[in-house]
Every structure is written in C-alpha cells, then in structure tokens.
C-alpha cells in the first residue's frame, strides 16, 4: 500500500517540477500549469486516435511541441509579467488557465477520455511471493519521474545554462549585467515547465479519465508537492509527492472518500509546522 | 589616452533625476576616485556607464564610440564591468559557479580563475564554498573577483568599503594595483574619501548630482574637499 502511494507521488511529483521550475527560476506560479497537463493528454490523444499508435509513440511528439508552446507563451504572455507586480502573473496566468479549459471544452466536449495502453496497465510484478505486486505502469510512471529529476538537476547542477538558471534566480539584475541573456533563461525554464507537466498529463491519461475541466484539481496537487517539499528543491518536489501519495493512498485506505481529505490535511500540517517545506530552506525570502 | 568620456551627463530614475550635467574623464589605465555624501548620485553615475540606468541627456563614449544605447550585457562584451554596491553575488551559487557566471561573456584576456584565486588568496582556500556562506570581505572579494572574470578594460568599483571592517578595506585596496598593472582602468566610488583619494591620481566630487569639486588628490586641500562634500561654507 505504502509502495503504491510512493509509486503515485511519482506522478504527483513529475506535476510539480514544472512549477517548481518556474517558480525557482521566475518566482512566477502559474495557475494555468493543471491546465497544460490536461491540454498535452488532450493532444496526445487525438495523435493516438489518429494515427492508431501507442501512447507512448504519443510522447515523443507531444514533448517537443510542448516544449514550444512553452517558450510561445513566455515570449507572447509571461515576459510581459515576470519581475512586475505578482498580481498581473496571477491574473495573467488565471485567464490562460480559463482559456485553456474552455478551448478544450469547444475541442473536445465535456466527455472525459482516456489513453489506452492495452494490457500494459493490468500487468504486475511480483516482488516478494504473491505478498507484494505492484503495477509495472505505475513503476514505469516513477522511474520516469525520477528519471526525469535526475536529468533536470544534472543539467542545472552541471551545465553552463543550468548555472545561469541559478544566478537569474538569485538575482536576475546583477545575472543580466554579467551577460547572461535572461529572457533566454526564462524561455527555457519554461519550456522544461510545459514539458514536464506535458509529460506527466499523459501518464496519467494513461491511468485514469481526464476531462477538459481537470487542470485546476491537477494543479492543486502539483502545488502541495511543492510546498511540502520545500520551495526551489527538486528533491524535495518528489519527495513531497512521494508524501502526498501515501497520505492519499491510506486515507484511501480507510474510506475512499477520504484520499484527497487526507492528502489535503497533510499539506496543511507540514503548511503549520514547517511553512518553508521539508527540504525548503530555512529563511523565507 | 582617453578610454571613457562622459559627456553632460543627466540620469534617473524614472521620473527623479539624480545626475545633472556631469562631465568625467578616465584615461587608459588610470584609476579615478568618485566621492561624495550619501545621495550625491556616485551610485548613479556607476550604473550609467554600466548600463542599468536611464540616461536622460548626454553622451558616454567607450572607446571612442558611445555606448549610450547599448544594453549592459553589450557594454560587458566592450570591456566595462561593474562591481555593484552591497557586493550583490550569487547567494546559492559557490564561489567557483559565481566566477564561472562572471566570465560567461567569454571575453578574453589574461584573467582567469587562477588569476583570480592567486590575487585572492581568501577564496583559493573556499572554492566549493556557498557564497552566502562567506564573510563580507570574501563576498567582496568574490564580487570583485567576478568582475575580472570577464576581463574588462574599465572596472567600476561601488563603495568596496561598504559595511567592513577597516583592516579588510586596506587588504582589499592593495589588491588593486594588481588589477591595474593588467592594464584595466579602474573607478571607484566611495564614501570613506582618504582611502579612495590614496589610490587614485584624479577625483571628482558629487553634491547633489552634480560635480562640485575635481582634481589630482594632492592638489586637494581638506577644506576644498569638505566643502566640496558637504556643501557647507562654500567660498567661490
């Protein structure tokens, strides 16, 4: 059970980094972030009805041209809030938020669908005897995510471009006197933001129905993650998944109702106890 | 040589302007002192030369072309850096990640983060170190040492003094020598006026965002400079 939840915060986590991102990067919160998700599980279906391919074939275009319209929207929307008075991001971003939901809506219909991967789903491992089994698509969907922060923090630990991510997020004036091209920084940031969550939109597609009005209750998820993890932290962004993940799957546990209060109820004791996260650290800037 | 003229220089902030009509010289190599009380516009000047402020008339002229409405990274790529006031480094990065931010124009010249390490001592020893780990005179150091990184011809310095103790002020004033003897002309700002007018062969001085006094620090006298500074018991 325990495994399960952490296998979901995979999922949860791989929501987040993309807010994380841009949040660490741009001190931008993106409100539309549930919704891109939504809309990225939205095209990738449409491939796979079209061209009667895999879900995950689906992948490999959907990314890339996620990663575009990310970089379309920080050029066209979020260059013009970044650095300003936070409330023209959240008003900004709130009505992307709205759009998104109600192009889909116009798209797609109110009908939920889904991603079918055939049996790949149902499949399980057995790890020890018939005791414990988990699924093979919810530890795919974590090594993924995994996989996914292993290479983020590689490349902003490790490459030139990945420092210049830290310096703007340190101090964009002083970064842009050094010569580090912020809007660059920024088109990029957002662009890992798009994908990751893209990514994560069709992995859970594959999991359950998704409908045109899904991101905001997506996004919630993505935004505890983060606070519980700590702000700025890529590994405290999987483990805050990883903790919402249980918290959910035993409140599930006791009564299925209960998965999401639960979850909730841990975001709001982690908010009391330690509001700078558990890998946050220690000043609030 | 002349490296850098400013020409009736008026800047702002927005709708307040700080600098009126400033005119200042820096020859190839030299080293100028800018002084003044808080507020004269010594903050401001810097930052015009740099870039990052609006000029609102006057001309700056770099090498013999002006700079005026070229963006601060293309003023970097020239060769003018800025050492920002209040050091300003990069909190998370480590001291090595802050050089590295600091040559990423990639203009070429002598220094290099051996260089850097050698003028520095303090920092050889803090490489891995996290720069908000540091003390103000290694942060300073560090500012210092990032500005150099992209090896610029005109170094501006603000208020280096600012907030540390006198001892690690004179350490940090004899490094700059060196800093010249690679051929990079240096201006400082600075409020504490004997350290600043020691190390340089010509100074100006602000009032009010204007230049009230200039000259070779030796021509000085202590009264023309405190009125000069001050604005008091001005006798022309």
């Known amino acids: ?65 996620s ?24 008003v900004a971003t709130f009505g992307l938020s709205i759009a998104i939901q109600n192009v889909l809506l116009q798209q797609y219909t ?10 790949f789903g149902n499949r399980s491992l057995k790890l020890v005897g018939d005791d414990v089994v988990i699924g093979l698509f919810p530890l795919t ?14 490349f902003i630990g490790r490459t030139r471009i990945g420092r210049a991510f830290r310096a703007t997020s340190d101090d964009p004036d002083i ?10 920084i920024y088109a990029v940031a957002f662009a890992i933001a798009v994908t990751t969550v893209a990514l994560a939109g069709i992995f859970n597609g594959m999991q359950t129905q998704f409908s045109a009005a899904d991101g905001p209750a997506l996004l919630i998820y993505a935004f505890e993650s983060v606070i519980i993890g700590g702000l700025g932290s890529l590994w405290g962004t999987l483990c805050g998944g990883i903790i919402l993940g ?25 908010l009391l106890v330690r509001p700078m996260g558990i890998f946050g650290k220690d000043e609030l800037r | 040589m002349t490296l850098l003229e ?18 200042l010289n820096v020859n190839e190599g030299a080293a100028i002192a800018v002084i003044g009380a808080n507020g004269a516009g010594k903050s401001t000047l810097l930052k015009s030369i740099a870039g990052v402020v609006d000029v609102i008339f006057g001309e700056i002229i770099f090498d013999g072309e002006s700079i005026v409405n070229l963006q601060p990274h293309e003023r970097l790529n020239r060769g003018i850096a800025l050492v920002p006031e209040g050091r300003r480094i990069f909190r998370s990065l480590t001291v090595d990640e802050n050089l590295s931010i600091g040559a990423y124009s990639r203009r070429q010249g002598v220094w290099n983060r051996e260089l850097v390490y050698e003028v520095f001592p303090m920092l050889a020893k803090l490489t891995d170190r996290r720069a908000d780990k540091l003390s103000g005179g290694e942060q300073q150091a560090l500012a210092i040492g990032r500005a150099l990184m992209s090896n610029p011809r005109l170094l501006l310095l603000d208020e280096v003094s600012l907030g540390l103790a006198p001892i690690i002020v004179k350490k940090l004033y004899e490094i700059l020598p060196r800093i010249r003897a690679t051929g990079c002309s240096l201006i400082y700002v600075e409020q504490d006026t004997n350290q600043a007018l020691s190390a340089s062969e010509y100074a100006y001085c602000l009032l009010e965002g204007q230049v009230s006094l200039e000259g070779k620090p030796a021509d000085l006298s202590r009264e023309q400079i405190a009125s000069a500074y001050f604005g008091i018991g001005v006798n022309k």
């Open chain 1, 246 to 270: 249980v918290a959910q799957t035993i409140g599930a546990e006791i009564d299925p109702g209960w998965k999401q209060l639960i979850g909730h109820l841990v975001f709001l004791i982690v």
């Open chain 1, 110 to 119: 109110a009908n939920p669908r889904a991603l079918n991967v055939g049996d």
């Open chain 2, 6 to 23: 400013v020409r009736n220089l008026s800047a702002g902030y927005g709708q307040f302007q700080a600098l009126f009509d400033v005119s």
């Open chain 1, 1 to 65: 059970m325990i495994i399960q939840g952490v296998l979901v915060g995979g999922l949860y986590a791989m929501y987040a980094t993309g807010l994380s991102v841009s949040f660490g990067v741009m001190r931008l919160v993106n409100l539309a972030h549930g919704d891109l998700a939504v809309g990225s599980a939205f095209i990738a279906s449409t491939f796979c009805l079209a061209t009667g391919l895999s879900p995950f074939l689906a992948i490999f275009v959907v990314l890339p041209l």
């Open chain 1, 175 to 184: 970064a842009r006197l050094m010569g580090v091209n912020i809007r660059f």
């Open chain 1, 141 to 154: 969907r974590f090594v993924v995510a995994v996989l996914v922060l292993v290479l983020l923090s590689l």
């Open chain 1, 67 to 90: 990663a575009l319209v990310g970089i379309g929207l920080q050029v066209a929307i979020f260059n013009r809030v970044v650095g300003v008075d936070p409330s023209f991001q959240i």
